[in-house]
């Protein structure tokens, strides 16, 4: 009996950020190895924290990535608040929030029209699609814009802000400031609404999957900024708790570490796993909308993963009218923060899912130790395991076909390959 090994390679995966590679191997019409091949170098930015002052950890970590530096300066921030055993006042949490409204509306169109959609589409890329579509192509630019100009009014700029601090922002914008901008918002609103109906028609395949969904909750509001963690196994820690829960490891093929629980391995987190936790927390238009697009309370198929991030697109518009609405300028814009020694922790929803930071500092709030896990870290493990159970329903598509079905399962996810290069156990041994 002769065996049959057929082999699915990437070499260099196109529309994710960052540098990683695909591999999967089958003999005798079963899949043998499964490798999300992550090969960018690792950026080593725990050990750059150390020996800096506190009140650098956020603008620092913000340039881990120019898609999502909120949510390293959210997090941030709120691991040295703990540290320092400080809250800010609810003011103040709000303008965070907006900010954070901005960079969802920016990264989820960024992924949905210009990573994702030409999949569905059968593009190899948006420039394509946008000869066929140009008027869908310009709404996602129109919007997409919305997000970055709501971050620059509150952040100062709209890749790597510069107005966020440590018990605060350096400024806060006056009321009038947001006239503009709330203008344009009603219009998101309508353009989301939109979005959301666009991306309900393309062609998911059937792959239902019993994923542990694990992100933020926090009574009355859909996580973005807080809450506890939480999965649909039973898991409702404190964010302080989070060591004791989860382990991350290094496997050979990938130079970013993988997490996992340390009871129950894989898990997955971002949109899927935030809004099936959190469904019920959304807006009323939100709602509506993902149910007129044929959503249920629980999404399991990552390939409708694009429907729910249009949906939460919906609600960030929808929140940031509100937030706007009844927003009161913090005076002083930030609470004060003095050092002490201490270990703070924090977790925020960036888009991609929950990102968590633990930092240990001195009397004089110089940094000791740095431990920053992102989203698509936590992934990792999932994505192979979703790869491995689609490529065995698969076997009957020809190679091109399935290879075209694994990057697109990969995309599910809108991985950030470079937020999770960032650091890499390094052992040195002298003889």
């Not at 994702?116 to 394509?128: C, E, M, Q, S």
């Not at 996992?260 to 959304?282: E, F, H, K």
Request: glycine share 6%.
């Amino acid at each position: 009996m002769t065996s049959r090994t057929r082999t699915i390679k990437v070499d260099a995966l196109a529309r994710v950020e960052g540098e990683g590679a695909l591999y999967v191997k089958i003999k005798d019409d079963q899949v043998q190895e499964v490798r999300l091949r992550i090969y960018e170098p690792p950026r080593f930015f725990e050990a750059f924290l150390r020996g800096r002052r506190y009140v650098e950890a956020p603008d620092l970590t913000s340039r881990i990535c120019g898609i999502c530096p909120v949510a390293y300066q959210m997090s941030a921030c709120a691991a040295m608040e703990d540290a320092c055993g400080v809250e800010v006042d609810d003011r103040i949490r709000a303008l965070r929030r907006l900010l954070y409204c901005g960079e969802w509306i920016e990264s989820h169109v960024l992924h949905i029209y210009m990573l994702h959609a030409p999949d569905f589409l059968g593009y190899a890329g948006v420039i394509p699609m946008a000869r066929d579509h140009p008027q869908v192509v310009e709404r996602g630019l129109r919007l997409k814009k919305v997000g970055n100009d709501l971050m620059t009014l509150i952040g100062g700029r709209e890749v790597h802000p510069i107005n966020e601090r440590v018990g605060g922002f350096y400024r806060a914008p006056a009321r009038r400031e947001f006239t503009a901008i709330a203008e344009r918002l009603r219009w998101a609103c309508d353009a989301a609404r939109e979005t959301v109906r666009w991306v309900a028609t393309f062609p998911c395949p059937e792959f239902t999957q019993d994923y542990e969904f694990v992100s933020l909750r926090q009574p009355g509001e859909y996580p973005i900024d807080r809450g506890r963690i939480v999965s649909d196994h039973g898991l409702d820690i404190d964010v302080r708790d989070y060591g004791d829960h989860f382990a991350e490891e290094h496997v050979p093929h990938s130079n970013a570490l993988h997490s996992r629980l340390q009871t129950r391995g894989a898990y997955c987190v971002g949109p899927l796993a935030r809004y099936s936790l959190n469904a019920d927390a959304l807006s009323p238009i939100a709602r509506d909308a993902a149910r007129e697009a044929g959503l249920g309370a629980v999404c399991r198929n990552p390939f409708q993963s694009i429907v729910v991030r249009a949906v939460e697109t919906l609600y960030a518009c929808d929140e940031a009218l509100r937030l706007i609405d009844a927003y009161e300028p913090p005076d002083p814009p930030a609470a004060d923060v003095p050092p002490r020694a201490g270990t703070g922790h924090g977790c925020t929803e960036a888009p991609r899912g929950i990102l968590y930071h633990r930092y240990t500092i001195d009397d004089e709030g110089g940094i000791a130790d740095a431990t920053i896990v992102p989203p698509t870290s936590q992934n990792q493990a999932q994505i192979e395991a979703d790869l491995r159970r689609l490529v065995q329903a698969s076997l009957a598509l020809p190679n091109d076909e399935l290879t075209w079905r694994c990057e697109q399962a990969v995309r599910n996810y809108d991985p950030c390959i470079s937020c999770a290069t960032h650091f890499l156990t390094l052992h040195i041994e002298r003889v």
